[in-house]
């Protein structure tokens, strides 16, 4: 397992950008402080890269499950309202049945 360290400052491959514009969050999107990254520091842009894919698929995967949840709670839903519309329309036609005698 990896050891991960959690993203508060550039890493070193970043000094020179950060020399750049004297600020040292510029260059990190929003949440990245979030991200668990390998503690060693020789880290492979190709391996962040992977490890970005792979975080990004897992909140993809959550956000899926929770949408599944939202659309089984959905058709629920419709299927109470559609039992209640079934039952209404019964109760309809013995009304109008007992109109028509």
Do not use: H, W
């Amino acid at each position: 397992m990896i050891s991960c360290t959690r993203i508060t400052e550039p890493r070193s491959y970043l000094a020179p950008l950060v020399g750049a514009t004297g600020t040292s969050n510029r260059f990190f999107s929003p949440g990245i402080a979030d991200q668990c990254i390998p503690s060693d520091s020789s880290i492979l842009p190709e391996d962040m890269a992977n490890q970005s894919v792979r975080l990004k698929e897992e909140q993809l995967r959550r956000e899926e499950e929770k949408l599944r949840e939202v659309e089984f709670k959905v058709q629920r839903e419709i299927q109470v309202k559609r039992q209640e519309l079934l039952a209404k329309e019964d109760s309809l036609k013995v009304l109008e049945a007992r109109l028509g005698q």
